[in-house]
Structure formats: structure tokens, C-alpha cells
């Protein structure tokens, strides 16, 4: 399911109101038309949708939303989620991501060592292909980037990424390694 998929399936009000009725504790068709006015008719047909999307599931005690599955969807349509190649794919990992990286900015380096390693290691994959070769101008023009309105320096980003081998420098010729990638994979 695409981003505008997900939009799509929101974007139909009476789906909406059956979505809400039912994170709200509307357990059966009936209670939801009750709650939201709808017909029956109505009702129906935007839950069979919702229900086909996984957003919305039968358990033993009736109606409930998914809300593993509702999440992983507003993810997707988002798109703020750390893509599937970072490797770390947990929610830890995305709060860290979303509280120091906002519209493809840094917004500060963590002070944790940890969470700064996780951070700096986003940046490279964001930044840099594994194998091709930059010069140091063209690695601090990327890095800048990152950079603007935030705390952190370029200079100090490109030191971080040669310390913890997310770029190797030979001669002044910078390259992420392809082990890199493997390990982060």
C-alpha cells in the first residue's frame, strides 16, 4: 500500500467517522451507525473497506482497531519513518531518528553516545553511497546540509562518520565502504 493509498482510505469521511467509532469502543456495525448517524448501509461499506485494509479487525469480542497495522499505514504515508535498510527497524530507533533528524535536518547530535552512533549512522546511508569516491569538499557540502539551523558543524559530523568507520579517508578521498552497508543491513 502506497502513501496515497492510505490517503485515499481516509480521505472518505464516513470511513473516517467507522475508524474513530471503533478506536472509540464501537464494537458491532449497529453500535457504530448508532455513534455516527450513518446508515447502514453506509457503515457497512466503509468498514468492509477499512477491514480489507487491515486497519480495522474481528476479534472475539467484536470490532477493534489494528492499531499495529494503522501505524505501519500512517508510517507509509508519512514517509517520517527511517527506511527498512537502516537495520534498525525498531520504534526506539525512530523516536531517536525523530527527535534529532526533522525535515532532513539535524537537528543537534545526541549527547548519549549510543543514540549519537544511530544518528550519525542514518546520515551517512542519507548522505553518501557505499563505494563511490568524495572529495572532502563534496563530503562537507553534503554534511552542511545536514547542518543548517541546527547546532552541530559539518566539521565535526565528517569526523564522527571517519572515527566510526562510516567513511574511510585515504589521501584526502573520502568513501563510505561497502562493509559499511553490510553491517547496517
Same mark, same amino acid.
Given at each position: 500500500?502506497?502513501? %496515497?493509498? &492510505? !490517503?485515499?482510505?481516509?480521505?472518505? $469521511?464516513?470511513?473516517?467517522?467507522?475508524?474513530?467509532?471503533?478506536? #472509540?469502543? =464501537?464494537?458491532?456495525?449497529?453500535?457504530?451507525?448508532?455513534?455516527?448517524? #450513518?446508515?447502514?448501509?453506509?457503515?457497512?461499506?466503509?468498514?468492509?473497506?477499512?477491514?480489507?485494509?487491515?486497519?480495522?479487525?474481528?476479534?472475539?469480542?467484536?470490532? =477493534?482497531?489494528?492499531?499495529?497495522?494503522?501505524?505501519? #499505514? /500512517?508510517?507509509?504515508? /508519512?514517509?517520517?519513518?527511517?527506511?527498512?535498510?537502516?537495520?534498525?527497524?525498531?520504534?526506539?530507533?525512530?523516536?531517536? #531518528?525523530?527527535?534529532? !533528524?526533522?525535515?532532513?535536518?539535524?537537528?543537534?547530535?545526541? =549527547?548519549?553516545?549510543?543514540?549519537?552512533?544511530?544518528?550519525?549512522?542514518?546520515?551517512? $546511508?542519507?548522505?553518501?553511497?557505499?563505494?563511490? $569516491?568524495?572529495?572532502?569538499?563534496?563530503?562537507?557540502?553534503?554534511?552542511?546540509?545536514?547542518?543548517?539551523?541546527?547546532?552541530?558543524? @559539518?566539521?565535526?559530523?565528517?569526523?564522527?562518520?571517519?572515527?566510526? @568507520?562510516?567513511?574511510?579517508?585515504? %589521501?584526502? &578521498?573520502?568513501?563510505?565502504?561497502?562493509?559499511?552497508? /553490510?553491517?547496517?543491513?
Amino acid at each position: 500500500m502506497t502513501a %496515497d493509498d &492510505v !490517503v485515499r482510505l481516509f480521505a472518505d $469521511e464516513r470511513r473516517v467517522r467507522v475508524f474513530a467509532a471503533v478506536a #472509540l469502543g =464501537a464494537t458491532s456495525a449497529e453500535e457504530i451507525a448508532g455513534r455516527t448517524g #450513518l446508515a447502514a448501509r453506509d457503515t457497512v461499506g466503509a468498514l468492509r473497506r477499512l477491514e480489507d485494509q487491515g486497519v480495522v479487525v474481528r476479534g472475539p469480542d467484536g470490532l =477493534a482497531v489494528s492499531y499495529d497495522r494503522f501505524r505501519d #499505514l /500512517a508510517r507509509t504515508a /508519512a514517509g517520517s519513518g527511517p527506511s527498512p535498510d537502516h537495520g534498525t527497524g525498531d520504534e526506539r530507533a525512530e523516536t531517536v #531518528l525523530r527527535t534529532f !533528524v526533522r525535515e532532513g535536518r539535524l537537528v543537534r547530535l545526541p =549527547a548519549q553516545w549510543e543514540r549519537k552512533k544511530l544518528v550519525l549512522r542514518h546520515l551517512a $546511508e542519507r548522505s553518501f553511497e557505499a563505494g563511490r $569516491e568524495y572529495s572532502e569538499r563534496e563530503v562537507d557540502d553534503r554534511l552542511r546540509t545536514w547542518c543548517e539551523g541546527g547546532e552541530a558543524d @559539518h566539521v565535526t559530523l565528517r569526523r564522527h562518520l571517519v572515527d566510526l @568507520h562510516h567513511l574511510d579517508r585515504q %589521501d584526502g &578521498v573520502y568513501r563510505r565502504s561497502p562493509e559499511d552497508t /553490510a553491517l547496517l543491513g
